[in-house]
């Protein structure tokens, strides 16, 4: 086959120059994979949060709840003896952590198998040789195991170990972390006798249907409550929207990264080869033909960067998949399944962003090589002249895209947050390099006293304008996106830190030890273990606890049910409210405190009133104060015991704060408690250092995906400056060639390829700067504030500015050696000869 | 009666089956002589010798023997006589012979099926449903003061110092049953002194005892109607550990209440080899509730055609003439409507039946109920 002569003069550039081609690839394979790793991590936790929803749900249409200690088995037995209601299923839920891998929790479904048929679809998955329903049923520590676990698996409860036997294997990939139990092993295994966690009902769709849960909700005592599993999934869902919401604001930076990445290794592919494109024009090659012969090429390069960054970014996704789930584990619910589930949907983004990146990246340089005359695209000056006279209206458009993207800001939604910052970050990736031109200008007086080399080194900048302004804009982006997270992280890590410091101000905090690794039920304090510890002597003053979910606007909050020591009560940092006039109505029991995230939500402040659901029906607070917190997006609320009592027949204490009298050795009251009381109840009984440690690090371990993915911004930053300066300087070997023809030694070659890089490294370090901190405003006061609803500090790292200018200018110096050592091993007759 | 030899093996699988196929697919046959094949009878009580009866004790559960059922059938009729059939049995059977652990309220051995059904003859429709229980949490269970069996809301229920008058209660959507039974006869005890040989084996016997003829009244709803209804029920009261032999197959068996006043049960074990089986036992009970024993000999039963379910393919007799020459008794036995297949996760065929013949020279008409377990296919229906 023959292939044109134009093509291949096209395309044997790219092969003759394999460090370009090799560079522009990865380009383009960086920013899709990231963008690509994010997606899918993200998608694989929404994917087995529905898939562990639905396996739970099954085919349920309604769902009974109940209150803190989920439902009395007589009405299960009431509801299918009295009310005759067939299509009902019990069920036992909850975590309990595996003895063998720490840190893996698995959840145990307990099930009536009787019940069991018209509701979940597991059962078709067990085959009739496997499954022993009389084991199941009948032996303590019988259950069906997903194949993975083997014949035998071992959990924790509280210190013991007990080991569950197959009695049947549950097959498939929406098993995995799944126990399915007889109702009464999973009551036992969870310490929940006479308890259910829910009941399952099959209603009739339609009039009929509607009927029966009137019936129902009229028979039902008033602290259970009838569901549709379909609405609180969705709720449950929406916790994890302001999470996942940041997740893809940090792939959308990437994406930004990335595609700033693809045009700076495109369009320098483009501009590059512009004498070549000229001389194809003088040979009477058509412009359209040059603009599809660009374009086509580009897509080549686009496509090879797209599949190698499929590869890359699958890779990358089954380790971040990891710390999404550990990240959603600590804040929101328990996710067992850690398996990277590969959406087409995500591939398909990743494509396109590939491709059209590329595409978008090629379309301006290919046409405007394909739109100058012949002779002009002959000349480098043309286009360097034509670039600085696009400097002003670069600087026009960035100084509008600022503007509009302040704008935007101010409306109040979050998405309006994110689009505002994004077009913050355009515009500051626009008046970049206007930014350089007047930073060399700056730099002219200095380098004028340093000799020829240096002022060679500075002026070069703006006379490969064309070349350095996209690299550097580029570099810019990807620092100040690191500058930015990195300060919102530390932020909210100050943030958290003083709140906790404040908050757990008692000496030692007793709670049971539980079971079940269970957010929705917390232990009971045995109340002999209270009222010894009120009359322990050593002990000033008592604070108990006692936290319930409750249902408010759709969604589940914590409403914490306290009688607080002063010295607790101090631990609040109210921040709307004056704080004696607040407390003191606490104490009534009538009036609630309320946490920032729920004021901010719901638009509620101190005198505002608020309807709760209680055992007794709805009932309404006022609001006495808004008390900073960030123990949960979704809101707490502080309500005095005196006052739940009136509205629930609850009187359990689930821990207590403990205040030593003055001269107490805490480690010794530490060991007396444990053995007085221990014998009565197993007691976890820490020291308030020990959970501040035990917060600080879950705080860790949820931003471990964002310390990584602004790593892995970083990383692409380094490899961009990296690859954009070493194709800038390799394609000047012509130009370093006839330097040294003309007298300069390979070290003054090295010195000037060094000091340019250097100096581009360090003006995207610099610029990056005053970007990242408008990044980082926005993020901590806009994002946050909108998705989480708390207010942040601004903290600002000293170091961190340092890092990052360090990081930049190591990695242009990086990508200025190779050029250097090239160039002092080539011969300069060669390189002349070359051309 | 033998009723349905359930197995606590057949139960396992019966509930796996259903736990296996949710909703309404279609649920696969069991063959049940296979079911019953490798029962395990370690640790249960056996019906191996007479036994001396004590009411009301014995009308409530036996929990060391692995099944018992409580079986009531019966032919009832509205002032206009429309005519209805009815079967609801409350089966009890045990997963192991001991109990095990009480680590909860829901850990139980003794587990309850039910089977409810009602035939509406004039309307020319069956309807039959199944449920499953633990007998545990108040779900199911049996006691005997007051005297109660239930199912959830399916339940036999006595006073509290005795089962009579007995009220029966069953719904099922909008299917609902509620009958109160009161005796006419005294109770039957059945085969040898309450101990009903079934194979050959000693111990594959249960004890058996019978309130062949129980005055009925109460109501039926049926869709959007109900019915006031009188007539008359049977109740068959069996527990036992094992039954069957192995080269037993299945079996047939009648409960009829002949309008002379007498009732007449006979059952029939089929044989795989296709010969009489002498356990083959039946009773002959008087107006004034005497009873007579009736051997296989005795009894002459022919099938009369046969029926192929349209929904399963199952083969059944359609009919039997049973002859008692003793007796000079020549009876014809026809089912009100042809399909009362009990299409449940085990399929049989029970269904009310009317009775006409001669007693002598007498004409003579009854009414009756009749269960029947499939032919195996390819084997002649004799």
């Known amino acids: 086959m023959r292939i044109p002569v134009f093509w291949r003069a096209l395309l044997r550039y790219p092969l003759w120059h394999p460090w370009q081609l090799g560079l522009t690839v990865l380009g383009i394979a960086l920013g899709v994979a990231v963008v690509l790793a994010v ?81 979940r679809d597991f059962a078709a998955d067990l085959s009739g040789t496997d499954f022993d329903l009389r084991t199941l049923l009948l032996h303590p520590n019988a259950a069906l195991l997903p194949e993975a676990l083997g014949a035998e698996l071992s959990l924790k409860r509280r210190d013991q170990r007990l080991t569950l036997h197959r009695a049947g294997i549950l097959r498939g990939a929406a098993f995995e972390g799944l126990i399915v139990t007889d109702i009464a092993t999973a009551q036992v295994l969870l310490d929940r006798p006479g308890r259910l966690s829910h009941i399952d009902l099959i209603l009739p769709t339609g009039p009929t249907g509607e009927r029966m849960a009137a019936e129902l909700r009229a028979w039902l005592p008033a602290d259970l409550r009838l569901e549709q599993p379909a609405e609180r999934n969705r709720v449950t869902a929406d916790l994890s929207a302001a999470f996942s919401l940041n997740l893809s604001a940090m792939s959308l930076l990437a994406l930004m990264v990335g595609m700033f990445l693809i045009y700076n290794a495109i369009s320098f592919s483009v501009v590059q080869r512009r004498p070549l494109l000229g001389i194809l024009r003088a040979l009477g090659i058509s412009r359209s033909e040059l603009f599809i012969g660009v374009l086509g090429e580009a897509l080549l390069l686009g496509l090879a960067g797209t599949l190698l960054g499929g590869i890359l970014g699958i890779w990358l996704g089954s380790g971040l998949v990891h710390l999404v789930t550990r990240a959603i584990n600590d804040l929101y619910y328990v996710l067992s399944i850690r398996e990277l589930t590969i959406e087409p949907w995500s591939l398909a983004k990743g494509v396109a962003l590939g491709l059209l990146a590329t595409l978008a990246a090629a379309w301006l340089p290919a046409r405007e090589a394909a739109d100058t005359p012949a002779g002009a695209v002959l000349s480098r000056a043309h286009l360097e002249s034509r670039w600085r006279a696009a400097l002003l209206r670069q600087v026009l458009t960035g100084l509008i895209l600022l503007g509009v993207g302040g704008i935007i800001i101010i409306f109040h939604s979050l998405t309006a947050g994110f689009t505002g910052l994004f077009l913050l970050i355009l515009g500051c990736a626009l008046l970049t390099p206007p930014a350089m031109v007047g930073l060399v200008w700056l730099n002219q007086p200095l380098t004028a006293r340093l000799g020829l080399l240096a002022r060679m080194a500075n002026r070069d900048v703006t006379r490969h304008l064309s070349r350095t302004g996209i690299a550097v804009a580029a570099l810019m982006v990807a620092f100040s996106t690191a500058v930015g997270v990195g300060v919102m992280v530390d932020s909210f890590r100050e943030g958290v830190s003083i709140w906790i410091e404040d908050l757990l101000n008692a000496d030692l905090y007793v709670a049971p030890l539980s079971v079940a690794d269970d957010s929705e039920r917390s232990g009971v304090l045995a109340p002999t273990v209270l009222k010894a510890l009120q009359d322990m002597p050593e002990i000033a003053a008592i604070s108990t606890y006692r936290p319930i979910k409750i249902e408010f606007d759709h969604r589940p909050l914590t409403l914490i049910v306290t009688e607080l020591a002063p010295a607790s009560q101090a631990g609040y940092r109210l921040i709307a409210g004056e704080a004696s006039t607040a407390w003191q109505q606490f104490q009534t029991g009538e009036a609630v405190l309320i946490s920032e995230p729920l004021a901010y939500r719901n638009q509620l402040t101190v005198g505002d009133r608020i309807e709760l659901p209680t055992e007794q029906g709805p009932h309404t607070w006022t609001i006495a104060g808004v008390f900073l917190d960030y123990g949960s997006e979704h809101g707490r609320i502080l309500l005095h015991r005196s006052g739940y009592e009136r509205y629930w027949h609850d009187p359990a204490i689930s821990s207590v704060a403990l205040f030593a009298a003055a001269d107490t050795d805490l480690a010794h009251l530490r060991t007396a408690l444990q053995q007085r009381l221990g014998v009565i109840q197993p007691l976890s009984i820490r020291s308030n250092r020990d959970i501040r440690g035990f917060t600080l690090e879950i705080f860790e371990r949820t931003f471990t995906i964002t310390s990584v993915l602004r790593l892995l911004a970083i990383l ?45 490294g360090l003006a995207a370090g610099l610029l990056a700067l005053p970007t990242g901190l408008l990044l980082a405003a926005v993020l901590v006061f806009v994002i946050n504030r909108r998705a989480f609803g708390w207010s942040l500090p601004f903290q600002l790292d000293p170091l961190l500015p340092l890092e990052t200018l360090g990081l930049a200018l190591v990695a242009a110096l990086l990508a200025g050696l190779y050029p250097s050592w090239r160039m002092a091993r080539t011969r300069p007759v060669d390189a002349l000869r070359a051309e | 009666m033998i009723g349905l030899s359930l197995t606590a093996l057949l139960l396992l699988i019966a509930v796996t089956v259903f736990f296996f196929r949710p909703h309404s697919q279609p649920v696969e046959r069991i063959a049940v002589g296979s079911a019953m094949g490798n029962d395990d009878t370690a640790g249960y009580r056996r019906a191996d010798a007479p036994r001396s009866f004590h009411f009301p004790v014995d009308h409530g559960p036996h929990p060391e023997f692995r099944n018992e059922w409580w079986y009531l059938t019966g032919n009832l009729a509205d002032a206009s006589g429309r005519r209805f059939g009815y079967q609801l049995t409350l089966f009890r059977i045990a997963l192991a012979a001991t109990p095990p652990v009480a680590d909860s309220a829901w850990r139980s051995h003794q587990m309850y099926m039910g089977h ?84 050959a084996e000693r111990g594959n016997a249960s004890y058996y005892y019978s309130y062949t003829r129980l005055s009925t009244t109460g109501t039926i709803r049926l869709a959007e109607r109900s019915f006031t209804v009188e007539g008359a029920s049977w109740l068959d009261r069996e527990w036992s550990t094992s039954a069957l032999g192995p080269d037993q197959s299945g079996w047939d068996w009648f409960a009829l209440q002949l309008d002379d006043g007498r009732d007449l049960m006979f059952y029939r074990l089929r044989r795989k080899d296709g010969t009489l089986d002498p356990h083959n036992a039946g009773t002959l009970v008087a107006t004034d509730g005497s009873t007579r024993v009736l051997h296989w000999d005795e009894v002459d039963v022919q099938p009369l055609g046969s029926w192929t379910s349209p929904h399963t393919g199952d083969r059944y007799s359609a009919g039997w003439r049973l002859r008692i020459p003793t007796e000079h008794l020549d009876l014809t036995v026809t089912p009100t409507i042809a399909d009362q297949e009990m299409r449940l996760t085990i399929h049989y065929w029970e269904g009310a039946v009317m009775v006409n013949g001669r007693a002598g020279d007498q004409a003579i008409h009854g009414q009756g109920y009749l269960e029947m377990t499939r032919y195996e296919p390819d084997t002649p229906i004799r």
Not at chain 1, 747 to 754: A, D, K, M, N, P
């Open chain 1, 716 to 760: 692409v930053a380094v490899i961009g400056v990296f690859s954009a300066l070493l194709a800038l300087q390799l394609e000047r070997a012509r130009e370093f060639a006839m330097l040294r023809a003309m007298g300069m030694t390979v070290q003054e070659i090295g010195g000037l390829v060094s000091l340019q890089t250097g100096f581009m």
């Open chain 2, 116 to 199: 409810f059904a009602l035939t509406d003859i004039a309307g020319g429709q069956h309807y039959g449903f199944e449920r499953f229980s633990r007998g545990a949490v108040g779900l199911a269970g049996a006691q005997t003061t007051p005297f109660r069996v239930w199912l959830g809301d399916w339940e036999l229920a006595g006073t509290d110092v005795n089962i009579f008058p007995l009220r029966l209660r069953a719904r099922e959507g909008d299917i609902a049953l509620d009958l109160t039974l009161n005796t006419t006869k005294p109770l039957v005890l059945q085969g040898d002194q309450g101990l009903s040989q079934k194979s």
């Open chain 1, 39 to 119: 997606d899918l991590a993200n998608a694989s936790a929404r994917h087995s949060f529905e898939l562990a929803m639905n396996r739970i749900t099954g085919h349920a249409t309604h769902r009974l709840v109940g209150g803190p200690q989920g439902i009395a088995e007589t009405i299960y037995t009431q509801l299918r003896v009295e009310r005759g209601f067939q299509l009902a299923a019990p069920v036992v839920t909850g975590y309990l952590p595996d003895a063998e891998r720490p840190g893996q929790l698995l959840q145990i479904l307990g099930i009536d198998p009787f019940a069991e048929a018209p509701f």
